[in-house]
């Protein structure tokens, strides 16, 4: 009887990363498999600041499968869940063979309960997709004891999400073969491999997009020739170059190029028809603060990049965070939060040269940035152990809110 019991309920628990794409992924060639018109490279941040924690559940007594983001109970029948699900599952028979393992067998039968939350205001526009279907897909393939390549399963989720099933600095290759099997995430270096970058999330706003990016991505995939000639001619070349930077620690080549890619990427936007606007003005006021301050410095020390939203992301070495964090405070002081304005990881004071504030420092905006996120490159996704961390209770059900 224990035994049995025992078996009637399985459940795993695991944590995935954001990821921020230096060479950028806009575009499908197709649209159900989710493969893209060009390779991408992106830079996993740490779990720390920016995580997914997802438990699956999977019990004979369940009637139904069921899905809660976020503590509020969600559609579990959304083709992209559904296909995660499916493609884990079968993995997972795949791998069973004819074994005759029967509570492997019967738990592939019984249906799933899945809790998904964020650390980070899911609004704020970081890529929440891509944590949340790497996630999904670590916790479904832990559940059934699948270990196979998986950013291929994460892709059918999210396209992004392949690239936040690994650590440190990550290729999403476009592939050849019309099934996408070929299609996966391939990771350039670890995030041990350049200990000094340090990442500021600049939250701008946290108001809904105007453009879905799946909407968007196929607007300009019909109407924008400078997409095609970005996907076909710019990328691949920019993509050798930008793992030769990483490789190499060169952050002067890997700042400007993540800024003429990021650039570029917006460029296709207003190039779409009708067209895409993500950045606002803020986004462009930083934009001309980060120019401002490189020419001050007489080389790129900070370099941005953003994605199909207003937030602004930017890269720089440690020695170079306090001074920046001071002159992002100089430039936008914040509204009321002053205590929560710099958020994640310490940054610690710096007196500001007159000089430089002359240069730098134009007309400050108050409160226009909401708050500033300090994180680093870290790992893929990770197991939990601690059982006080699942989400969901031995009945399957959502145990707290945190």
Not at 123 to 133: E, K, R, V
Not at 223 to 232: D, Y
């Amino acid at each position: 009887g224990a035994m049995a019991a025992e078996r009637a309920l399985a459940m795993a628990t695991c944590t995935a990363p954001v990821n921020i794409a230096v060479i950028k992924y806009w575009g499908k060639r197709d649209t159900d498999l989710i493969l893209p018109i060009n390779s991408s490279l992106s830079v996993t941040l740490h779990q720390d600041q920016l995580k997914t924690t997802t438990t699956a559940v999977a019990s004979r007594d369940f009637t139904e499968d069921r899905l809660w983001l976020n503590g509020a109970e969600a559609d579990v029948g959304h083709p992209r869940v559904q296909s995660c699900l499916r493609e884990v599952r079968r993995l997972a028979r795949k791998r069973r063979g004819g074994s005759e393992d029967a509570a492997a067998l019967s738990l592939l039968s019984y249906k799933v309960h899945v809790a998904s939350e964020n650390n980070f205001p899911t609004a704020a526009g970081l890529a929440s997709s891509a944590a949340g279907y790497a996630c999904l897909v670590s916790a479904l393939a832990r559940l059934y004891g699948v270990e196979d390549e998986l950013s291929e399963v994460a892709r059918r989720g999210s396209g992004s999400a392949c690239r936040s099933m690994l650590g440190g600095f990550v290729q999403w290759q476009r592939g050849e073969r019309p099934d996408g099997t070929d299609s996966v995430a391939l990771q350039v270096a670890p995030e041990t491999h350049w200990p000094e970058l340090r990442v500021l999330v600049l939250v701008v706003s946290g108001e809904k997009k105007q453009v879905a990016s799946t909407a968007g991505m196929q607007t300009s995939v019909e109407t924008s020739p400078l997409l095609k000639h970005r996907a076909e001619v710019v990328v691949p070349e920019r993509l050798a170059q930008m793992m030769h930077h990483i490789r190499e620690r060169d952050f002067e080549g890997f700042g400007q190029l993540a800024m003429r890619d990021s650039n570029q990427f917006h460029a296709t936007c207003l190039d779409t028809f009708p067209p895409i606007f993500y950045l606002n003005d803020l986004s462009r006021q930083i934009i001309a603060l980060v120019h401002r301050y490189n020419a001050h410095h007489g080389h790129t020390k900070v370099a941005y990049t953003f994605d199909a939203g207003p937030n602004a992301v930017i890269f720089m070495l440690a020695d170079t965070v306090d001074e920046f964090v001071e002159v992002v405070r100089r430039s936008f002081p914040p509204a009321t939060n002053g205590d929560r304005f710099v958020q994640g990881l310490p940054v610690g004071s710096a007196v500001l040269p007159q000089e430089l504030v002359a240069a730098v420092v134009t007309k400050p905006v108050p409160g226009a940035v909401q708050y500033i996120l300090h994180t680093k490159p870290g790992p893929g996704p990770q197991l939990v152990d601690d059982p006080s961390q699942h989400l969901l209770g031995a009945d399957g059900l959502p145990r707290r809110r945190a």
